[in-house]
């Protein structure tokens, strides 16, 4: 297999050892590599990217958010969701398969500023990039006072709510059938959060949800920094085959989520053009 470093991107694409792997809820696995350098370098919102199989297909790396890391131990985890051929392959591997991992990669969140509360909005397996934020703002040197809501479609859905939940001071869980926790969308219960004030926002989960976020951000006049999925295929910055339209500045009207995000400023990214379903061309 491959095996590269670059120390002062702080990337590393090596062969990586699957130590646990544990079926979380129908179709959601946790997983975790062995990656001293990874779990040194990971920060909140930044993603591995993964060879799934040395042959060649699927062809290209599949790209899964950093849930968190464990330094003492060298490891980092994923929360993963089973929706394709990629995903199935790696819900069928035994502990101790090795993958050809690259990463960390994309900007991370940056920590908020010492002022006002965090508002962290998950929809979904977007729960994984901030189960690691709210982690990393509960340490002594960011401690933040954290409110997390975390909406799905269903219980089974709201996967690894415990683990959220346990990181922030309040948490809201919310299902879309009411199997659990409130009723309604996610987006439903944030205008009293908005009301109450905030230093500022984060949020993961689908793209409708977050262009629902940043427009009550908006109008709240509260800073939203949202992570956003895309299809990728290198995952490093050449091929632009995972661009996002944003609001036009001189020429450019694209920024790649792999490489100038996957987080972006909520109010830098065209929402209309997403909501329309703009493709890039
Ligand atoms: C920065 C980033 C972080 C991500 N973090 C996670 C994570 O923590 N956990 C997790 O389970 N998934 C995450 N994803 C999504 C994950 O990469 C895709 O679900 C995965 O690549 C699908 O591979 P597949 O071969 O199983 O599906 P495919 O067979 O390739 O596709 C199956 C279906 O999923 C859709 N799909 C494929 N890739 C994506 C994608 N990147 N975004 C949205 N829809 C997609 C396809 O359109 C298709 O409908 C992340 C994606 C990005 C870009
Ligand atoms: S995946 Fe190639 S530029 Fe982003």
Not at 6 to 26: N, S
Not at 108 to 116: C, I, K, N, Q, S
Not at 162 to 167: I, M, R, T, V
Not at 246 to 256: E, L, N, V
Request: proline letters at 6%; glycine letters at 12%.
């Amino acid at each position: 297999m491959v095996s590269f470093v670059d120390e002062t991107a702080g990337m590393y694409a090596q062969p990586t050892q699957l130590i646990r792997h544990e079926q979380v809820a129908p179709g959601y696995h946790l997983l975790e590599f062995d990656c001293p350098q990874i779990a040194a370098a990971a920060r909140p919102g930044q993603f591995v990217h993964i060879r799934v199989t040395s042959s060649w297909e699927p062809l290209l790396r599949r790209p899964f958010s950093v849930m968190g890391t464990n330094k003492e131990e060298g490891s980092f985890q994923v929360l993963m969701r089973t929706v394709g051929e990629g995903t199935q392959i790696l819900a069928e591997a035994q502990s101790g398969t090795e993958f050809n991992i690259m990463g960390p990669l994309g900007n991370g969140f940056a920590l908020p500023g010492p002022e006002g509360e965090v508002i962290l909005v998950a929809g979904g397996i977007g729960v994984a990039p901030l189960i690691f934020l709210a982690t990393a703002l509960h340490e002594p040197n960011n401690y933040r006072y954290v409110r997390g809501l975390f909406g799905a479609r269903t219980e089974d859905d709201l996967c690894c709510w415990l683990e959220f939940s346990g990181a922030c001071d309040e948490f809201n869980g919310i299902t879309e059938d009411g199997s659990v926790g409130e009723q309604g969308l996610v987006t439903d219960f944030l205008p009293p959060q908005l009301e109450r004030g905030a230093g500022c926002l984060y949020a993961c989960g689908p793209a409708l949800m977050l262009a629902e976020v940043a427009k009550q951000c908006q109008d709240a006049e509260i800073p939203c920094y949202v992570s956003v999925e895309q299809q990728m295929g290198c995952g490093v910055g050449a091929c632009l085959g995972c661009v996002i339209p944003i609001h036009a500045s001189g020429t450019q009207r694209y920024q790649r989520v792999c490489k100038d995000g996957p987080v972006f400023d909520a109010q830098i990214v065209d929402w209309e053009a997403i909501r329309r379903g703009c493709t890039p061309g």
